[in-house]
């Protein structure tokens, strides 16, 4: 399933940690504090309990996992400077051009 994950972390250091996490799960870096891409619900179990840990030491944060389901991208709007590739993201090529 495709997942749009953004979070807002006030602590730098958690916040560069989870991004790392998040980037390493293979996940596509859309916007600054955004992500999407694809995760097995295993894999989305794994990135939550990760997320969990590394908050832990955080007050003020949230962090938001939205399913999107691949047929809801066909209607999706973008106005961006530098559009993205979402053929790639939802998995229907292998090749992300910039």
């Given amino acids: ?7 807002d972390i006030s602590l730098s250091s958690v916040r560069t940690r989870v991004a790392k996490e ?3 799960a293979g996940l596509e870096r859309i916007q600054y504090s955004v ?14 309990s990760k997320i969990q840990k590394l908050t832990a030491k955080a ?11 691949h047929d809801m991208l066909s209607g999706l709007g973008e106005i961006s400077s530098y559009p993205l590739d979402w053929a790639y993201l939802k998995g229907e090529k292998k ?3 910039l």
């Fill in 22 to 24: 998040l980037l390493k």
């Fill in 59 to 69: 007050t003020d944060f949230s962090v938001l996992l939205l399913p999107l389901h």
């Fill in 1 to 7: 399933m495709m997942y749009l994950i953004s979070y």
């Fill in 95 to 97: 090749i992300l051009i």
């Fill in 35 to 48: 992500f999407a891409g694809d995760l097995t619900d295993a894999e989305r179990l794994r990135m939550e």
